[in-house]
């Protein structure tokens, strides 16, 4: 299994700025992920994060506003530009482990855009 | 596109009672994941079932999956106001890394 940590739990931020939302794993993870989760809605697929390369987004996100990194095996962040209120949600980033496909969550970021 | 659908959306059960929460998916997959997810909380694994026939079992819940029928199921024996929370199924076709998301039920069990 996998220990994830999230980086800030929650904030509060104004229309137009930038929040980066770092994900920590425990352990080397193969495969990291990013969600999006909705007021009372499920989760949404963002982009896997791949270690040293451009993310692989899902249909619907852009890199010009949902930017990732994964500089390692254990370590990515999720940046939400120019934010709007559209954008309050429940972040969540997960990671997969090399001996199964069964992925762990973070504890999630609520974002609220003001 | 895949679809992965939950009955019912929301559940209001009193202590004691049995019930099944079903998930209905749209794509061939041997593998079917359950989380539980608390209010303000991230998601815990529940379950992992990874062939046909498969069934779990853990307290008062357990999971099961039909992969002909493209059905889990979720039984609740004799609830307690502790399980009250959201229950998602998600499904892994196998093919990628994407999980599918259902919908979600929310229990909620009244003492």
């Known amino acids: 299994s996998a220990v994830i940590s999230q980086k800030p739990s929650r904030d509060i931020c104004q229309r137009g700025t930038s929040l980066t939302i770092q994900c920590q794993v425990d352990s080397q993870v193969t495969m990291m992920f990013w969600y999006r989760q909705q007021p009372g809605q499920s989760l949404t697929l963002i982009a896997t994060a791949n270690q040293g390369s451009e993310a692989t987004y899902e249909s619907g996100f852009v890199i010009d506003k949902f930017p990732i990194s994964r500089p390692n095996l254990t370590f990515s962040t999720l940046t939400v530009s120019n934010m709007s209120p559209e954008d309050s949600s429940i972040y969540l980033c997960s990671g997969q482990t090399s001996g199964g496909r069964e992925q762990y969550f973070g504890p999630g970021t609520r974002l609220t855009v003001t | 596109e895949l679809k992965v659908e939950q009955n019912p959306l929301f559940l209001s059960m009193q202590e004691g009672k049995n019930y099944t929460i079903y998930c209905n998916y749209s794509?061939?997959?041997?593998?079917l994941y359950w989380y539980r997810q608390d209010p303000g909380k991230s998601l815990e694994s529940l379950f992992v079932l990874l062939s046909n026939g498969a069934v779990k079992q853990e307290g008062r819940l357990m999971a099961s999956l039909d992969t002909k029928a493209r059905l889990s199921t979720l039984h609740i024996t004799a609830a307690v106001h502790d399980l009250s929370a959201t229950y998602f199924c998600?499904?892994?076709?196998?093919?990628?890394?994407?999980?599918?998301f259902g919908t979600g039920t929310s229990l909620t069990v009244i003492p």
């Open positions: 998600a499904v892994d076709t196998g093919t990628g890394n994407q999980f599918y």
């Open positions: 794509t061939t997959s041997d593998r």
